[in-house]
């Protein structure tokens, strides 16, 4: 009992366990000793190390996950600007007549949409992007006619 009590730590044989911070071996004296007790002169340095480097670590996998979360959030789709170019071209009017050059100015692309749908007994679509229809009406040259409606 004498011994426990004055050498607290010595109850059991030093154990030799790897540092989990710099892989050097040391002596364990109890349990939950994962580090060198001392490191460069300084007590505790691997502990110490080892936590800075966690949360270090932390910090970046935060700042890669709130990037991802931002591209998801920023990254549009052919389809997503198409519907933001609709809607500045429609403003509030609910049919408007445009021909491609127009839509080709405000980076559309005819071929993303929602759904297209055929025209009974022709062989023409109503394009569906968001709220609006487009439906190719008509060709001047190699300018296309459309017309917009919102649904
Ligand atoms: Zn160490």
């Given at each position: ?5 004055e050498?607290?730590?010595?109850m ?14 040391f002596?364990a004296h ?8 001392e490191k460069?002169?300084k007590?505790?340095?691997?502990k110490?190390?080892q936590?800075?480097?966690l ?6 996998e935060?700042?890669?996950e709130?990037?991802?979360a931002g591209?998801?959030v ?10 933001k ?6 403003g ?5 007549t ?22 009974n007994?022709?062989n ?19 300018v ?8």
């Amino acid at each position: 009992m004498m011994d426990s009590e004055e050498r607290p730590f010595s109850m059991h044989d030093p154990e030799e366990r790897l540092c989990e911070f710099c892989t050097d071996i040391f002596y364990a004296h109890h349990g939950l000793q994962r580090y060198c007790p001392e490191k460069f002169g300084k007590k505790d340095y691997c502990k110490y190390e080892q936590k800075k480097l966690l949360t270090e670590t932390r910090l970046a996998e935060r700042v890669t996950e709130l990037a991802k979360a931002g591209m998801n959030v920023y990254q549009d789709t052919p389809l997503d600007r198409n519907k933001k170019a609709i809607f500045e071209i429609m403003g509030s009017d609910w049919q408007k007549t445009v021909d491609s050059s127009l839509l080709d100015s405000v980076g559309y692309q005819i071929n993303h949409f929602d759904s297209k749908t055929l025209i009974n007994e022709t062989n023409m679509f109503l394009i569906h992007v968001g709220d609006y229809t487009l439906e190719w009406i008509g060709q001047e040259g190699t300018v296309l006619i459309f017309k917009i409606t919102k649904k």
